[in-house]
């Protein structure tokens, strides 16, 4: 008897017929694909937060064009911009405004519930308009400002930011304001 030599047959993936080969990914492919949408959604997700803080500060800056014209218009009425007076920190101001441009005195009012949202910050009853972060838009006007160079503002209108807080009642890096903060008064 002769026996003859036979070869197992090769597939066509090269890999010999009596074998099995087993699909998909090793564990370390894995933890490498993880780790690489892991780190892609961590900067999409900075990136998102960022876009929020963006769009945020715009749509404050958007209100105080609105509050700028409110303010203009009154202006024209009353012939000064609603008081403020011994309030260097705008909160006084800030209830002061809010009563000013709801007043319904001579063109009045100046503003309608659905232009801005409100808030009682100090729950006395008296309400500020709020910015996106819900806390009270603050405002400044001494009747002094109306004797400055006609360059210079009349008024202050400023929020304190992401951060909620103005850093020691003066403007920080991150409160939204009406002027140039790079430029000096």
């Excluded at 009154?74 to 709801?102: I, N, T």
Aim: proline share 5%.
């Amino acid at each position: 008897m002769t026996r003859s030599h036979t070869t197992p047959q090769a597939s066509s993936a090269g890999v010999p017929a009596g074998r099995r080969v087993r699909g998909g990914f090793t564990l370390v492919e894995m933890l490498v694909v993880i780790a690489i949408i892991s780190i892609l959604g961590g900067l999409t997700l900075a990136a998102l937060g960022k876009a929020r803080t963006t769009s945020k500060e715009k749509a404050v800056q958007a209100l105080f064009l609105k509050l700028k014209a409110a303010l203009d218009r009154y202006e024209m009425d009353f012939q000064d911009y609603p008081p403020s007076e011994g309030d260097m920190e705008g909160m006084v101001g800030a209830e002061s405004l809010m009563r000013c441009l709801k007043t319904e005195y001579k063109g009045g009012p100046y503003i309608d519930d659905s232009d801005v949202k409100s808030v009682d910050s100090n729950s006395n009853g008296e309400f500020e308009i709020a910015d996106e972060w819900n806390q009270p838009i603050r405002y400044i006007h001494h009747r002094d400002y109306r004797n400055t160079p006609p360059n210079k503002r009349t008024f202050r209108l400023m929020s304190a930011g992401p951060d909620r807080v103005f850093e020691n009642g003066m403007q920080g890096t991150d409160d939204v304001v009406n002027w140039n903060k790079d430029k000096p008064d």
